[in-house]
C-alpha cells in the first residue's frame, strides 16, 4: 500500500450502499464494526486529527451525515412549531 498526498475518499456509490443498508437495518455495529486506531503517546492524551481509521470510514461518513439530517429536520420542526404559536 503506497501513501499518497491527498486523502482519498470512498466513490459516491460506496456512500450510497452504506447509506441505503444502514438506513434500513439500522447501524448494526456487531457487523459493520468501525475501527480506529490512536497515536501512541507516554502522556495517555490524545492528540489533535491523529484518530486514525482502520476499517469505516465509509460507515462513519453515512452515520455523521445521518446525525447532521436529522438535527438540521429537528430544527426545523422545532422552529416550525415555535411560529406556529406566536401570536398574530
Same mark, same amino acid.
Given at each position: 500500500?503506497?501513501?499518497?498526498? &491527498? @486523502?482519498?475518499? +470512498? @466513490?459516491?456509490?460506496? =456512500?450510497?450502499?452504506? &447509506?441505503?443498508?444502514?438506513? =434500513? ?7 459493520? @464494526? =468501525?475501527?480506529?486506531?490512536?497515536? +501512541?503517546? =507516554?502522556?495517555?492524551?490524545? @492528540?489533535?486529527?491523529?484518530?486514525? &481509521?482502520?476499517?469505516? &470510514? ?28 406566536? +401570536?398574530?
Amino acid at each position: 500500500m503506497t501513501a499518497t498526498a &491527498f @486523502p482519498v475518499y +470512498p @466513490p459516491m456509490c460506496t =456512500l450510497a450502499n452504506v &447509506f441505503q443498508s444502514v438506513l =434500513l437495518r439500522g447501524y448494526e455495529a456487531y457487523r459493520e @464494526p =468501525l475501527v480506529i486506531k490512536f497515536a +501512541p503517546t =507516554l502522556d495517555r492524551t490524545i @492528540p489533535q486529527f491523529s484518530i486514525r &481509521f482502520v476499517d469505516g &470510514f465509509t460507515k462513519s461518513l453515512v452515520l455523521q451525515c445521518i446525525v447532521a439530517i436529522l438535527d438540521h429536520l429537528d430544527s426545523q420542526y422545532t422552529t416550525a412549531v415555535a411560529v406556529s404559536f406566536c +401570536p398574530k
